[in-house]
């Protein structure tokens, strides 16, 4: 991935994830990455991402 930033182990697996459920990067703005799958969905991720948020995220999305 590109962006300029540094990814965290944290970021890189939660991208992973989102890749492995269907979600392509659409675009970068600033620090906050967006991705979206066939069907629509949108998830925005900063590239900062803790723990409590990846939680949220996987839950509210139903994430595998």
Known sequence: ???GYRMSNEFR???KR???NGYKRTRI???H???ENEAGNTI???KDINRMVK???IKENHLV
């Open 18 to 20: 989102l890749v492995n």
């Open 29 to 31: 703005r600033g620090s």
């Open 44 to 46: 925005v991720v900063n």
């Open 1 to 3: 991935m590109e962006g």
């Open 55 to 57: 939680a949220r995220l």
């Open 33 to 35: 990455y967006i991705f």
């Open 13 to 15: 697996n939660f991208t």
